[in-house]
Nanobody, 125 residues
Framework: QVQLVESGGGLAQAGGSLRLSCASS????????MGWFRRAPGKEREYVAA????????YYAEFVEGRFTISRDNAKNTVYLQMNSLKPEDTAVYYC??????????????????WGQGTQVTVSS
């Protein structure tokens, strides 16, 4: 089981920025697909972004395209989510997740085998 630890959440004003970090204990982190998901109050967990292990290609949910950037530092076993132009509707608990070692990126939570504890992001209007 891979251990994932998120950090960087907090309170931001609408239009502001936050950067989330997720440190992984995985021995194969550099080739593992990583994802960010979020769960807003009263809603299901939803896909936000993912980054492929083999080539760091990135993928985004339509509602964050152009505002959020996912990246990774394999030397630090860490994946990041830079969130700009935040909106109140971005308020949620954000989770990072470790997925497969393949060319296929999944947006389905059940495809990811390890999860962090989550970090709260609150955006005020």
């Amino acid at each position: 089981q891979v251990q994932l630890v998120e950090s960087g959440g907090g309170l931001a004003q609408a239009g502001g920025s936050l950067r989330l970090s997720c440190a992984s204990s995985g021995q194969t982190f550099s080739i593992t697909n990583m994802g960010w998901f979020r769960r807003a109050p009263g809603k299901e967990r939803e896909y936000v972004a993912a980054i492929r292990g083999i080539d760091s290609r990135t993928y985004y949910a339509e509602f964050v395209e152009g505002r959020f950037t996912i990246s990774r530092d394999n030397a630090k076993n860490t994946v990041y989510l830079q969130m700009n132009s935040l909106k109140p509707e971005d308020t949620a608990v954000y989770y990072c997740a470790a997925g497969s070692i393949s060319r296929s990126i999944s947006t389905i939570p059940n495809s990811y085998h390890s999860w962090g504890q989550g970090t709260q992001v609150t955006v005020s209007s």
